[in-house]
């Protein structure tokens, strides 16, 4: 059971490990986010003060670390709309994405076990 148990913990951290990483080389697929940031008639001084300020003006892979190791702190940066931490984004929002998933899975159930009902009395025919 032990043994078990340790594996699912590993199996957790490495989907965990894989999923930030994914989630950080496609932010950085999706194009420069400081020319949206610094918008349509910023300088180039200002442009490299913004890369400087979010460490984007670093190496890909020094990046990545530098992500990681905040990550591993509970650092999540800052939310480049609102200047606040981003986690207090998210846990401001917390509350209405916990009531969306319950809804959701909800519908999901009041649809799902009808229909299963239903094809497992029709067990065997075109219905099912």
């Not at 059971?1 to 989907?15: E, K, S, T």
Request: hydrophobic share 50%; no cysteine.
């Amino acid at each position: 059971m032990r043994r078990f148990i340790l594996d699912r913990v590993l199996q957790a951290f490495i989907a965990l490990w894989f999923v930030v990483t994914l989630v950080f080389f496609m932010v950085r697929l999706s194009g420069d986010p400081i020319a949206l940031l610094a918008g349509e008639y910023s300088t180039p001084e200002f442009e490299a003060e913004l890369r400087a300020r979010y460490g984007l003006d670093q190496p890909v892979p020094v990046q990545y670390l530098i992500y990681m190791q905040r990550m591993a702190q509970g650092d999540f940066g800052t939310s480049i709309i609102s200047s606040e931490p981003a986690l207090n984004e998210v846990l401001d929002r917390w509350p209405a994405t916990l009531e969306v998933a319950a809804m959701g899975i909800l519908i999901t159930l009041g649809l799902a076990l009808p229909i299963g009902v239903y094809a497992a009395v029709h067990r065997g025919t075109v219905i099912d």
